[in-house]
């Protein structure tokens, strides 16, 4: 394998082997309307091996790749890219179909992409490096950081610890998400989210009960940030978790804008009347601000869960902490066995070859991201560039290429 890295223009592709028998993380097909129970939901030091697909052998069947086609194939998204690092530290990028359903011009290789609910965890890890440092407790209430903040009816800050907001039992109403046609074109602020979901009454069960997924609380977590720091948390997360661990393709955008640096992956939305592809790339991310406004690339992605799970952001002990996780149903219970886990500000998935990977996912119109790391050291991200798919079921066979993905170095 040559020791660089592929192209970006072009298509790499390699294996490092194929799945073995599997279900899926939920098993049964399911409706479109899963689409919406799951949307937003989301090694330093090193040298990389780059695999390149010139001069790779390339074995008759790459179950990554095969993955893609078939996701491509089935019309669940225009494009899709992935990133395969395995547990040598050996990188394979893919891409299947079209940046652009007029031109037909290629996906880029480990392009940009909006990782929409992926934030979460860096926003979590931000807070659990506070904690360590001595200046956040997590058992403590909201109310010490941000006093007067949290009110509504049926709750406040006093009930409500930091622990709550990372781990979704908070309890807090979710704010409300207009159209791609509104919010993408606004800039919002963090306080303009939380007079949305504070105008409504609080959930049950009280705070400490189930998980409740709702950005709503990591929108307070980005807060808490800024309170304590005293910074902005895009500062925060650049320089303690961005710079230290070589993150140079993951960034926080600036404020208004909507652009993505190059190359990107292009998202899109189906039009609901003509089902033809709507690029929605252009749009400003603000309403999901500390809870999904990241941009980065498959790579990058497992290089952070890498940089994580090896201790270079966190320490063990406060990982254990990170993946003490209650059971997480994000299709309620209209999909009772589509069952996650959920920590703090990570996702743990059952695998089908045995196991549990970490890692979160992230669905903003345009784009849909699962991205998790095995206890080995697999790091998977695969995207494809549609949230919302025509396709009844396309959420669940993201679900299944990931599966295959994250189990086919076994």
């Known amino acids: ?46 040298g990389l091996q780059y695999a390149d697909a010139a001069q790779a052998h390339r074995p008759k069947k790459d179950t990554v790749q095969g993955s893609l086609d078939a ?38 290789t480990d392009g940009y992409v909006r990782m929409a609910s992926n934030t979460k965890m860096y926003t979590a890890v931000a807070v659990l490096q506070l904690a360590e440092e001595g200046k956040v407790r997590l058992d403590e209430p909201i109310e010490t950081y941000l006093p007067g903040l949290v009110r509504g009816e049926g709750f406040d800050g006093h009930t409500i610890t930091v622990r709550h ?52 609380n990591y929108i307070v977590a980005g807060l808490l940030v800024q309170k304590v720091t005293g910074r902005p948390i895009s500062e925060v997360i650049t320089n303690k978790i961005l710079k230290p661990v070589g993150l140079y393709e993951t960034y926080w955008p600036g404020v208004g804008d909507k652009t993505i640096r190059r190359p990107y992956a292009k998202g899109y939305l189906p039009d609901p009347e003509t089902t033809k592809w709507v690029d929605t790339t252009r749009v400003d991310p603000s309403i999901a601000w500390a809870a999904g406004q990241m941009i980065s690339t498959p790579s990058d992605l497992n290089k952070f869960l890498v940089a994580l799970q090896t201790g270079k952001l966190i320490s063990p002990a406060t990982l254990a902490e990170m993946r003490d996780s209650r059971v997480f149903l994000p299709g309620g219970d209209a999909f009772p066995d589509l069952v996650w886990h959920y920590g703090l500000g990570t996702t ?63």
């Open 348 to 410: 743990g998935y059952d695998l089908s070859c045995g196991g549990r990977a970490w890692g979160h996912g992230g669905d903003i119109d345009g784009y849909s991201s699962r991205t998790a790391i095995t206890s080995d050291g697999r790091a998977v991200t695969i995207v494809v560039t549609a949230a919302t798919s025509p396709v009844p079921d396309g959420i669940f066979q993201v679900l299944d290429a990931f599966d295959a993905a994250l189990c086919a170095g076994r």
């Open 165 to 216: 907001l990372l781990g979704m039992t908070s309890g807090l109403p979710e704010y409300d998400l207009p159209d791609v046609s509104v919010w993408g074109r606004r800039y919002y602020e963090p306080r303009d989210m939380l007079d949305s979901a504070f105008s409504k009454p609080a959930h049950a069960p009280a705070p400490g009960g189930e998980v409740q997924y709702r950005n709503v």
């Open 1 to 46: 394998m040559s020791p660089q890295r592929t192209d970006r223009s072009g298509k790499a592709i390699t294996s490092d082997g194929t799945a073995p028998p599997r279900k899926r993380f939920g098993a049964g097909r399911r409706t479109a309307a899963a689409l919406s129970l799951v949307a937003l939901t989301g090694i330093a030091g090193l």
């Open 71 to 108: 996701l491509v194939k089935a019309g669940v998204a225009p494009g899709a890219l992935a990133s395969v690092r395995d547990s040598r530290g050996r990188v394979t990028n893919y891409t299947a179909g079209v940046n652009d359903p007029r031109t037909r011009a290629k996906v880029p």
